[in-house]
């Protein structure tokens, strides 16, 4: 029970094929972009397309809350023939997620593409952007292991050329989009070599049928070399610790959209693949796979928690500063999903919405305010806070809900990540959490106080308030971040809820 | 030695996948890093061909077996197996592993072009493709020194 089940957000026509329409509508949006005839419209099929993804992915939550799992055969070529979408309750809540960062993205996108990039080129970029979300929710929605390959790598392609865009005001953004486009193919094409492993011993792609195939198979080598292949590729992808090296420089200097929609988006799409194999193709019961999570994921995960957020503590660059802190932020995330239990994964799942409606409006936020002041690390910011109220009050709250103020979602994911750790006796993890917290009060409270309580330097540029078409969109992501750390029901159920099907549960 | 002889073009796949590897992170050329990048997901394409080629298979188009082809293909396989794996007669080679290489071809072939037009941007604006030179140019002076020039 999420509220979704009374949910009927279409006509029974178009919810048919609602699962597939959520993708191809930006696909069809991206090509309508590149041949608008100005940018204002192609800002405004941007938007649309975006919308049209929340609607259908909004219809599909209704379907999967009422049905559990909805089945869709592409041309209508069953499976095991035709390529399956496949959407349960853990896809249906990366969907909403995705859809709904991807409309406040696009919203943003009317005033803060307009400092960024030339006029004649917004058409171009609005193109690459919805071909990325079109990627990102395909990827959420396959049944099929290499279909998902494609649509990781249908989302990447899009996120390299948009992350190289940001050259245009820092050239540093350049090594940072080939870099990533290097690790990020690399680790795409391991992953597709572990599904190659895995079709040599099963003989299908499709996920379920693997799945069910593998459980006689656990001596195989060729499937543990498979699974090896496979969580090192995601894990690149994904910024799992220490894979991770791509990501700082990529969000830092990426177009401030860019940065909005892949620090929500991309690695949280990874992670849900990661899971994904880990949990239902593999099993946690299965040796290598329990051993996975407990000797090398968990660790690991406490290190990232640790470390970036130390990093994130002495970078003086603030965009590069909130990068890392997404770094030790995923490690919570998988440290949640490490524990494998049911509260485990539900508060790591829970932790992966907090983490994306914060880090959206945080980078939103330095957005706004960067149309007006060119500034990049915390000197260059101070005073930013009082010149600009509306706009970093925003920034407060995400900061708020990254440090776990209570009262916010972040407070409460993390309580549950506590809890979970608590119940499965695991101590250090504790010390760990808290570690980690005490670094994130130390980054998230120096950059609070040189925003609002030091002064301009003088004779630097001040901050301007952003425009009404910012702070609709800021606001709406910032307020949902209190809204659901006063009243988690929606998340939490659908956290809950995909954690079951992580675990198991109905397929 | 006879199985690696038997597994030729696995043993192909693999030191193809690691010398293209190997150049991706070892090289200080932006070209040939992306060149290195296309080996290695190149060989990934070995793989998947050789996972679907079967013992004695032909292409995966029907031909009748009475056809001189499928006549000369079923005598080099020994009864038992054709009998087994054969469709009328004719062993023929698993499909599917091609049209999943034709995609992921597809796939490099389009990370290679987003690559290789964001070295041009970058030769644009820092006046080189070697990473050392690149990574040069962006450090931050220390103080009381001249910054690196631009090219």
């Known amino acids: ?104 993205s ?63 005001r820092d050239r540093r953004a350049l090594p940072a989009a080939f870099n990533y486009l290097i ?21 299908t792609l499709n996920m379920a049928d693997i799945a069910a195939r593998l459980a006689t198979l656990q001596d195989s080598r060729t499937v543990q070399a498979g699974f090896a292949f496979i969580v090192v590729g995601l894990g690149l992808k ?49 040796v290598f796979a329990g051993h996975f999570l407990d000797y090398v994921l968990m660790p690991l995960a406490a290190i990232a928690a640790i470390i970036c957020s130390l990093q994130a503590a002495f970078d003086q660059d603030l ?17 949640g999903l490490s524990i494998a239990t049911a509260a485990g994964i539900s508060a790591g799942l829970l932790l992966l919405i907090a983490h994306a409606l914060m880090k959206a409006a945080l980078f939103m936020a330095l957005g706004g305010i960067a149309m007006t002041l060119r500034a990049r690390t915390l000197n260059e910011f101070a005073g930013a806070g009082r010149d600009a109220p509306w706009t970093m009050g925003a920034f407060a709250i995400g900061a708020a809900s990254l440090m776990g103020l209570p009262f916010t979602l972040g407070f409460l994911s993390k309580w549950r990540l506590l809890e979970a750790a608590v119940e499965q006796q695991l101590f250090w993890l504790v010390a760990v959490i808290a570690a980690s917290s005490l670094a994130a009060l130390v980054y998230v409270g120096r950059m609070l106080e040189a925003l609002f309580f030091r002064q301009p330097m003088p004779g630097a540029a001040r901050a301007i308030e952003a425009p009404l078409g910012v702070i609709v969109p800021l606001w709406f992501l910032a307020g949902l971040s209190v809204w659901f750390g006063i009243d988690a029901s929606l998340p939490e159920n659908l956290a809950n809820q995909a954690a079951i099907v992580l675990l198991g549960g109905p397929r | 030695m006879t199985f690696l002889l038997q597994h030729l073009n696995y043993v192909a796949v693999i030191i193809l996948m690691m010398l293209g590897l190997f150049v991706t992170f070892a090289g200080g050329n932006l070209i040939k890093r992306m060149i290195g990048l296309a080996i290695f997901q190149t060989s990934t394409g070995l793989f998947f061909i050789s996972l679907g080629k079967v013992q004695g298979g032909t292409a995966a188009i029907t031909i009748s077996p009475t056809s001189p082809e499928a006549k000369a293909l079923a005598a080099q396989i020994d009864p038992a197996t054709l009998a087994q794996t054969g469709v009328n007669g004719v062993v023929y080679s698993n499909p599917l592993p091609h049209v999943l290489i034709l995609t992921a071809i597809v796939v490099g072939v389009a990370t290679l072009a987003v690559g290789l037009a964001i070295a041009v941007r970058i030769r644009e604006a820092y006046g080189s493709v070697e990473a050392a030179d690149i990574a040069a140019r962006d450090r931050v002076p220390l103080p009381g020194q001249p910054a690196e020039p631009l090219v």
């Open chain 1, 1 to 104: 029970m999420n509220g979704f089940e009374t949910l009927y957000a279409a006509p029974p026509a178009l919810m048919a094929h609602a699962p597939v329409l959520m993708v191809v509508g930006p696909v069809i949006g991206a090509c309508a972009t590149v041949l608008a005839p100005n940018s204002r419209w192609a800002w405004m099929i941007s938007v649309f397309a975006t919308i049209f993804a929340l609607w259908m992915s909004l219809g599909v939550a209704g379907e999967v809350a009422r049905h559990g799992v909805i089945t869709y055969a592409i041309g209508g070529f069953a499976p095991p023939v035709g390529i399956a979408f496949r959407v349960d309750a853990l896809g249906s809540m990366m969907s909403l997620l995705i859809s709904s960062v991807g409309v406040a």
């Open chain 1, 106 to 168: 696009a919203l943003f996108a009317g005033h803060g593409l307009r400092h960024e990039i030339r006029e004649e080129k917004q058409g171009l970029f609005h193109g690459g952007f919805l071909l990325c979300l079109a990627g990102l929710l395909g990827l959420v929605s396959t049944g099929d292991a290499f279909n998902a390959f494609v649509f990781l790598e249908v989302s990447s392609i899009g996120t390299y050329a948009l992350i190289a865009i940001g050259g245009g």
């Open chain 1, 183 to 203: 690790m990020g193919t690399i680790g795409a094409t391991f992953f597709v070599i572990g599904i190659g492993f895995l079709y040599a011993a099963t003989g």
């Open chain 1, 238 to 286: 994904a910024a799992m610790f220490p894979l991770h090296g791509w990501l700082p420089n990529a969000y830092a200097y990426a177009p401030p959209l860019m940065a909005v929609f892949l620090s929500a988006t991309a690695t949280k799409a990874a992670i849900y693949l990661l899971a994904r194999f880990v949990f239902t193709v593999f099993d946690p019961s299965i």
């Open chain 1, 319 to 335: 965009r590069r500063s909130l990068a890392f802190s997404s770094v030790a932020q995923v490690g919570y995330i998988l440290l």
